[in-house]
């Protein structure tokens, strides 16, 4: 009568452990050292900055939070569309999708750079999930696929089971993070004021992910269509620090 109990008691003992080590691998998917390239896009900051639209702190702290919202419009039913169905055949559709969605050469260099990176490097590091390393290498041929960055977010979080709420404010999370870093690095406040002001929107990026969350990409729009003539304006200007 105790083997049955102690094979359970095992079996709970190994789920458990997946379970924790799974979470290890979603944590290390936002972690700033995972190297995909979001600290070389400051997603408009540096061309707005040069443009005189943001010249204070008011201004940076609306500029951020226009970002949130548009990337939320634009790219959170992406991200939402590939977890739902993390497969192949629906990822390679949201793929091209976005592609022709982004009208801006400059968002869309970005998209393409950071998605790239991404899912070599989850591809490498995940070998937990073969699936990855599959979908990639079968779609490296490609010469219609561009491997933008929201559909290949929302496929890694969707194989590494995360639920869509927590994968959509992940997202965010990512894009206020490394804007946040752009406008330290351009002297625009410094560390600490960086930190502060990343707690105090991570109120409103709550309210703007309650907004737009669970939206098929069929419904994906620009709310801040300004933003997307200033980031396309960054090729324009005679020095600069990033590359978007």
Same mark, same amino acid.
């Given at each position: 009568?105790?083997?049955?109990?102690?094979?359970?008691?095992?079996?709970?003992?190994?789920?458990?452990?997946? %379970? #924790?080590?799974?979470?290890? +691998? =979603?944590?290390?998917? *936002?972690?700033? /050292?995972?190297?995909?390239?979001?600290f070389a896009h400051s997603f408009g900051l540096e061309t707005a900055v040069q443009t005189r639209l943001v010249s204070s702190p008011t201004d940076l702290e609306t500029h951020i939070i226009h970002v949130l919202d548009n990337t939320a419009s634009l790219l959170l039913p992406f991200v939402y569309s590939a977890l739902k169905s993390p497969d192949i055949e629906t990822w390679q559709r949201l793929d091209l999708l976005l592609d022709a969605t982004l009208t801006n050469q400059v %968002? #869309?260099?970005?998209?393409? +750079? =950071?998605?790239?990176? *991404?899912?070599? /490097?989850?591809?490498?590091?995940f070998t937990e999930i073969p699936s990855l390393k599959m979908i990639r290498d079968a779609s490296l041929g490609s010469k219609e696929l561009r491997f933008h960055h929201a559909p290949i977010f929302g496929l890694v979080c969707g194989l590494l089971g995360m639920d869509p709420e927590t994968s959509q404010r992940a997202y965010l999370f990512v894009t206020l993070r490394d804007v946040v870093s752009a406008a330290t690095r351009l002297n625009l406040v410094g560390p600490?004021?960086? %930190?502060?002001?990343?707690?105090?929107?991570?109120?409103?990026?709550?309210?703007?992910?309650?907004?737009?969350k669970d939206r098929d990409a069929g419904e994906a729009c620009q709310t801040s269509p300004l933003l997307d003539v200033v980031q396309g304006c960054h090729g324009y200007l005679f020095s600069r620090l990033f590359c978007s």
């Open positions: 009568m105790e083997k049955p109990i102690e094979e359970d008691a095992i079996r709970e003992s190994v789920v458990s452990k997946a %379970s #924790s080590c799974t979470q290890w +691998s =979603q944590w290390q998917l *936002l972690d700033s /050292i995972l190297p995909t390239g979001g %968002s #869309s260099k970005a998209s393409i +750079s =950071q998605g790239s990176a *991404l899912f070599r /490097i989850a591809a490498s590091v600490m004021g960086a %930190s502060v002001m990343q707690h105090r929107i991570a109120v409103v990026a709550e309210t703007v992910l309650e907004k737009w």
